[in-house]
């Protein structure tokens, strides 16, 4: 495989940032940062421009399209919060390089007729007798309806044999969404599920959106929030307890502010945005959940900055899913860019939020090869014209994309 050397570029490693470095890619891993350049590679002259470690979306869902949408943005790894990319799913995914890579937790634990079954029309909500198609020769999807700790408990091994890279906790009784009153996991049933998760070795996270959900969350045990509260601001109670229990969160402001009903119209109106979107996903992402129009964006950011400020790991995250406006004002790749801008907002400088894309998920979710620039890692890159590390924004003005060794944009 051939040889390429990217020369005079400023690089951030996912921590630090050097100027006028040199990186060289062997085929598909990083062979040098700094040194000489070998013979007879090829050149890319970065002179300009940031080189950064391809960015990684904690929480989506996904699909091959919305994969390859993710890429064109400098999006190379999706973790996927719900869905059926597991592990014997995904072989297209892994040996195309037209799309982004993928983990998933497969489907989350949730009682019959709990969260999300509420986002979907009356008469296409999921229910136990549900069973997606699997690949050829794959394991049957898990669909883990749980009401008891024992049922919880006898389907942690079910999901990892199926293929789940980690295991997600639905913690909703619907408030924010607009249907409270939804049937919802038990803290008995939460305890027991995260216990069994623990005692096989998996990761855990939990979708929570209520300060109450959060703290029944970090009660159990869990390793991170797949989403921030909103319902209200903070108490230093509640940061403390997250703080000292050492999970991450996986803050999605951007979910946050479409449940709101704010939408990503003025954040797509950047032409590095909208030039990328199809008319379907430009819709999309100019409309909103609208599901929580009391919430406050302001007390959001404000919980960001008092988690920062307590030590907490927080990483990047959309909620992205399919162009359906309902689920509005979020969009593959796009969205984990506008996710920078508002973590800057809430406090973080840009190069803390671009680690929070970056050296942050993949420490805590295990993905020892990607996340950094450095030798032996996988060669997943993007560079963009400018210096994201003092101006966000700069992380769309992409020049170049690399997934896997192989350039992508």
């Not at 159990?220 to 991450?248: C, K, N, Q, V």
């Not at 404000?302 to 979020?330: N, Q, R, W, Y």
Request: proline residues 6%; charged residues 20%.
């Amino acid at each position: 495989m051939s040889v390429t050397a990217i020369i005079h570029a400023r690089v951030f490693d996912g921590e630090n940032t050097t100027e006028n470095q040199t990186v060289i890619i062997d085929g598909s891993t990083i062979v040098g940062v700094g040194g000489p350049v070998p013979a007879g590679a090829q050149i890319v002259d970065a002179t300009g421009a940031t080189l950064l470690p391809g960015l990684i979306d904690a929480h989506v869902h996904t699909s091959p399209d919305s994969l390859r949408l993710a890429l064109a943005f400098g999006v190379t790894t999706e973790l996927e919060m719900q869905g059926t990319s597991t592990r014997f799913n995904r072989a297209h995914i892994s040996a195309d390089d037209t799309l982004a890579d993928v983990r998933s937790a497969g489907f989350g634990i949730t009682p019959p007729g709990g969260h999300p079954s509420e986002l979907f029309p009356k008469g296409d909500r999921p229910t136990d007798d549900d069973d997606p198609e699997p690949a050829d020769g794959a394991p049957a999807f898990v669909m883990p309806f749980s009401t008891t700790p024992a049922e919880a408990v006898a389907f942690i091994p079910q999901l990892l044999a199926g293929g789940s890279d980690y295991i997600k906790f639905m913690v909703d009784d619907g408030s924010v969404e607009g249907h409270p009153g939804l049937p919802m996991l038990d803290q008995a049933t939460l305890d027991a599920g995260v216990a069994e998760a623990h005692r096989l070795g998996a990761l855990t996270v939990a979708h929570a959106l209520t300060v109450d959900a959060t703290r029944m969350a970090i009660d159990a045990g869990i390793d991170g929030l797949a989403h921030l509260f909103m319902d209200r601001p903070h108490t230093p109670e509640i940061i403390d307890a997250i703080a000292e229990s050492g999970a991450f969160v996986v803050a999605c402001v951007v979910l946050n502010a479409s449940m709101m009903g704010i939408n990503g119209a003025e954040f797509a109106a950047d032409p590095r945005v909208h030039s990328k979107l199809s008319p379907e996903w430009l819709t999309t992402i100019q409309a909103s959940f609208d599901r929580y129009p009391q919430g406050r964006l302001g007390d959001v950011l404000a919980s960001v900055k008092a988690l920062h400020e307590a030590g907490v790991d927080l990483i990047v995250g959309t909620d992205a899913s399919v162009a359906v406006p309902f689920l509005g004002g979020l969009a593959h790749g796009a969205s984990v860019h506008h996710e920078l801008q508002l973590l800057v907002q809430a406090g973080l400088t840009p190069a803390q939020a671009l680690t929070a894309a970056t050296s942050t998920p993949a420490r805590r979710f295990g993905l020892s090869d990607r996340g950094r620039i450095a030798e032996g890692l996988r060669a997943d890159l993007l560079l963009v014209d400018g210096d994201p590390t003092t101006n966000i924004a700069d992380t769309l003005s992409i020049r170049s994309v690399w997934r896997n060794g192989t350039a992508a944009v």
